[in-house]
């Protein structure tokens, strides 16, 4: 079985505060997607990477940045967390460089930033 | 522009009875379509894929969804709904670039 893991499940922040969200996939997948879930917004792409070190911007990558230092692990950095970063967040990963293989997705981290 | 759309916000159904999840799209060139289940306070989860062939696609737990390339749709259907079943359902299509945009969600719940 794929699986992916959050670092976190829940996480309170402060409004500046430097956040760091972290994702490991186990099955080897080259590529790794960093998602925001909001109701009634469905899931927006903030960044994604097909490679390591690589990396490629979403449709909001404002205010969010990521790290691909090893191909099992991307991170999701918030420089300096905003009350609208309050959401939640799904890392994903998938294999290959076709159109055909679906994505698996971690079980989420709900950060609330006040 | 590309996009996918779940027109539904919810669906409502009784046990034991058919449901249908809507799901219509746009993108240039061939479709790649993709549903997923999100249970409560838990990860997505892929149920079924089309990329080519069969219009009608089988997945996982007794889903099933219909291709129709002339309504550019991909509606996804269990014949006989269960309680269980009750999640929120996501449609998404491939765009390119490794890229894939998701809908936002229905809500479906089935009543015992």
């Known amino acids: 079985d794929v699986k992916v893991t959050q670092s976190s499940r829940y996480l309170v922040k402060r409004t500046g505060e430097k956040v760091f969200l972290e994702c490991v996939q186990d099955?080897?997948?080259?590529?790794m997607f960093w998602y925001r879930q909001d109701p009634g917004l469905g899931l927006r792409l903030i960044y994604f990477?097909?490679?390591?070190?690589?990396?490629e911007k979403g449709d909001i990558p404002e205010g969010y940045s990521v790290s691909r230092e090893k191909k099992e692990r991307f991170s999701l950095i918030l420089e300096s967390a905003s009350t609208n970063q309050t959401s939640m967040y799904l890392c994903?990963?998938?294999?290959?460089?076709?159109?055909?293989?679906?994505?698996?997705f971690g079980p989420g981290t709900r950060l609330t930033v006040t | 522009a590309q996009s996918v759309a779940q027109p539904e916000d919810q669906v409502n159904v009784a046990e034991g009875n058919p449901l249908t999840v809507k799901c219509t799209y746009s993108?240039?060139?061939?479709?790649?379509l993709f549903w997923y289940v999100q249970y409560p306070n838990r990860g997505l989860q892929f149920l079924l894929k089309?990329?080519?062939?069969?219009?009608l696609v089988k997945g996982s737990y007794g889903f099933e969804a219909e291709f129709n390339k002339s309504q550019t749709s991909f509606h996804l259907k269990k014949p006989s709904a269960l309680v269980s079943d009750s999640a929120l359902y996501f449609c998404?299509?491939?765009?390119?670039?490794?890229?894939?945009?998701f809908g936002a969600g229905t809500r479906l719940f089935v009543k015992a």
């Open positions: 994903a990963s998938n294999r290959g460089r076709v159109p055909n293989y679906e994505q698996y």
């Open positions: 099955m080897d997948h080259e590529n």
């Open positions: 990477s097909y490679d390591v070190k690589m990396k």
């Open positions: 993108v240039s060139g061939n479709p790649y």
């Open positions: 089309y990329i080519t062939g069969d219009n």
């Open positions: 998404a299509v491939y765009t390119g670039g490794f890229k894939t945009i």
